[in-house]
């Protein structure tokens, strides 16, 4: 299953957006989005998020 981004936890750091080894998140409207389609769900985003924003289900 792809990451997903808590749109309340997310802070809009743009950590996940550095770490993807996919580049599967971008950016949108400050705060990250994933693309389920490049996402690899290797959870490399969830670790390093700060905030807690992003999970894998």
């Known amino acids: ?3 997903v981004v808590d ?3 997310c802070t809009g ?3 996940c957006v550095d770490v993807c080894p996919a580049a599967a ?3 949108e ?3 990250a ?3 389920p ?3 690899v769900d290797c959870g490399t985003c ?3 998020c700060p905030a807690g924003g992003i999970s894998l289900e």
């Open 1 to 3: 299953m792809p990451a």
């Open 7 to 9: 749109p309340e936890g």
């Open 13 to 15: 750091c743009e950590t």
């Open 25 to 27: 998140i971008a950016m």
């Open 29 to 31: 409207e400050g705060r």
């Open 33 to 35: 989005k994933v693309d």
């Open 37 to 39: 389609g490049l996402c």
């Open 46 to 48: 969830v670790d390093e």
